[in-house]
């Protein structure tokens, strides 16, 4: 009852933010200096170490610094998880090819919600796909139920009985924390790369 009691709280919670993001006015431009972020203060993120797709591990500590846009998703997804990402590295790299010096500042990481077939060589192959510099990482069950919990994302994986393929239902969330890991914006995944590099342009600094 506790575990359906807290799913529920995770997903009224991110519909929350979801609409909090709708509803907030949006800077002209870069926005203003005193501009406050959509998720200021919000409890999303933390500590973790996974996987990443050449077998390494790495905790969060290793992206102190930088900016970074998370999304949460598989690489068997059969529909949304592709179009997502490549909505969101088109908006990167747009962004990027604006100011070259966001590829310093900003790092895209995707983490996979399916550790069972999404090895580090399978991601590896996958995130290659949308974007050079995109970290792809995954863990044990434990350690990916563990960071989903901290990032507001709920995931369920469906089974048919007698069959080895299954789909993996989960939160569709892309993310822009700061460079000491606080949450600043959703990205609109769902919007065109450029309503993607507005965004990024307007937080990152």
Not at 85 to 105: F, H, T, V, Y
Not at 150 to 173: A, C, T
């Amino acid at each position: 009852m506790n575990n359906i009691a807290n799913m529920a709280k995770m997903i009224l919670t991110a519909g929350f933010l979801t609409l909090l993001v709708a509803c907030s006015a949006a800077p002209d431009g870069n926005g203003a200096a005193d501009a406050e972020p959509p998720l200021a203060g919000a409890q999303i993120g933390g500590t973790f170490t996974l996987t990443n797709q050449d077998g390494v591990r790495m905790s969060e500590d290793e992206f102190k610094g930088k900016y970074r846009i998370i999304y949460f998703g598989y690489s068997y997804c059969p529909d949304v998880c592709p179009i997502d990402l490549s909505n969101l590295m088109l908006g990167l790299k747009l962004a990027e090819k604006g100011d070259p010096a966001l590829a310093e500042k900003v790092q895209p990481i995707f983490i996979s919600v399916d550790p069972e077939r999404d090895t580090p060589a399978v991601l590896k192959q996958y995130v290659s796909a949308f974007h050079p510099r995109l970290i792809g990482l995954t863990g044990t069950p434990e350690e990916i139920a563990a960071v989903a919990k901290k990032y507001l994302i709920i995931y369920d994986i469906r089974k048919d009985e007698g069959s080895s393929e299954y789909l993996v239902d989960h939160s569709r969330q892309a993310y822009l924390f700061g460079p000491e890991g606080e949450p600043l914006a959703l990205l609109p995944f769902d919007g065109t790369p450029e309503d993607i590099a507005d965004e990024i342009n307007r937080w990152v600094k």
